[in-house]
């Protein structure tokens, strides 16, 4: 069996500790304001177009951020409505761009030649699917952990449209 190989995981900028981790409406939305332009870095990567930011999204998902962090959990909504990503961190100060990095670096379990759902891969496809063209994000923090929610419309990860939504890097 011929092993794969795997582009690099792009790098991003170092990160420095810091008091950014606090639970404010500065640092929110600073952090938010991380997580769009990310995104958006990324899709380009594939060709796919921006999306853009949706009041309603924002609300599901910081909504659905403060459940996670109320109830000390990590668990995607039930029967969502729209594409979901969700991600947690603990022990450490998080900029915007680590969920998203996160997110992506499942391109290493995606195979474009089988343009297929691979659970291993379902944050990265969703965060390029390119027929998606509005998101809403959300962050919630407790002590040293941070929970970020991630909505998407039109959802991602429909089957039978991973050839169309999911381009290779340019």
Request: net charge positive; with cysteine.
């Amino acid at each position: 069996m011929a092993k794969r190989t795997v582009a690099p995981i792009p790098k991003t900028h170092e990160r420095t500790p810091g008091p950014r981790g606090q639970d404010t409406k500065g640092n929110n939305e600073l952090f938010l304001k991380e997580v769009f332009n990310t995104t958006n870095k990324y899709r380009a990567m594939h060709g796919c177009p921006a999306v853009t930011i949706n009041a309603e999204l924002n609300k599901l998902a910081q909504e659905w951020a403060n459940h996670l962090r109320d109830q000390n959990t990590m668990a995607h909504r039930p029967n969502p409505k729209y594409g979901e990503n969700i991600f947690l961190s603990g022990g450490m100060d998080v900029t915007g761009d680590l969920p998203v990095e996160m997110w992506y670096r499942e391109i290493n379990s995606y195979d474009f030649t089988k343009a297929q759902f691979v659970p291993t891969a379902g944050h990265f496809t969703q965060l390029v699917w390119k027929s998606s063209t509005e998101m809403g994000s959300g962050v919630a923090r407790k002590a040293d952990r941070t929970w970020v929610v991630c909505n998407y419309n039109p959802p991602g990860n429909v089957v039978g449209l991973f050839k169309d939504n999911v381009p290779p890097k340019q």
